[in-house]
């Protein structure tokens, strides 16, 4: 399966500034998918990346809020805009299934986000 | 009604026992069926996966739909303490592309 390298690991922001969250896959993939977990919670998803166009945006999450750029087939970004606590998650990014492999979506190890 | 519906647990059990995690699902068009563990701080990992009804089995691990009754399980046998983790049952929606999660099952094994 696909090997996902997602930085940083962690990090703990001042409120109003923004973060970035880089995602790097070892084989190209298609789709990527970019996931918030809140303490305690199960996995809510943002948006949907595909190379060369836009980001989908579940219902409740905004391109103003989270842009989202796939610059080419191996990595993406997600950025936190403007954050308050509110925003304190696990961010996380996922790829689709390639052929031939186990079938099932790969997550990193995930953006452990303090904002304070 | 949500789409993706998983008991949240705890679920504390001994070494071991047999373990039962369980989720309803609502659309009967879904067909991909996953299990992953997430270990405290870490990504979730792709325990299982199925498609369609029936079992699946992976050593202590096994999978089981049961697509008449919209529902899935994960049973462990002779479960460790190592396999204390949160469980999260996940379908992928195919027509929207992309996988719904459970609310996860947090299950911790007593030495």
């Known amino acids: 399966s696909a090997v996902i390298s997602q930085k940083p690991s962690r990090d703990i922001c001042q409120r109003g500034t923004s973060l970035t969250i880089q995602c790097q896959v070892d084989?190209?993939?298609?789709?990527m998918f970019w996931y918030r977990q809140q303490p305690g919670q199960s996995l809510t998803l943002i948006a949907t990346a595909n190379q060369g166009s836009e980001a989908t945006y579940e219902s409740g999450f905004v391109i103003d809020k989270f842009p989202i750029s796939r610059p080419n087939l191996t990595f993406s970004t997600l950025t936190v805009s403007n954050m308050s606590p509110e925003d304190s998650s696990i961010y996380l990014c996922?790829?689709?299934?390639?052929?031939?492999?186990?079938?099932?979506?790969?997550f990193g190890s995930g953006t452990r986000l303090t904002v304070v | 009604q949500k789409e993706v519906e998983q008991d949240p647990g705890p679920l504390s059990v001994p070494e071991g026992a047999i373990v039962s995690l369980n989720c309803t699902y609502s659309?009967?068009?879904?067909?991909?069926f996953m299990w992953y563990r997430q270990y405290s701080r870490k990504g979730p990992e792709l325990l299982m996966y199925?498609?369609?009804?029936g079992n699946k089995e992976d050593g202590r691990f096994t999978a089981q739909v049961d697509k008449s009754s919209k529902y899935i399980s994960l049973f462990i046998r002779d479960s460790q303490p190592s396999d204390s983790a949160t469980y999260l049952c996940a379908i992928e929606d195919s027509s929207a592309s992309k996988i719904i999660f459970g609310s996860g099952t947090r299950l911790s094994i007593r030495p």
């Open positions: 659309n009967s068009a879904f067909q991909y």
């Open positions: 996922s790829v689709e299934p390639t052929t031939g492999e186990n079938y099932g979506y790969t």
């Open positions: 199925t498609y369609s009804s």
């Open positions: 084989s190209q993939v298609t789709m």
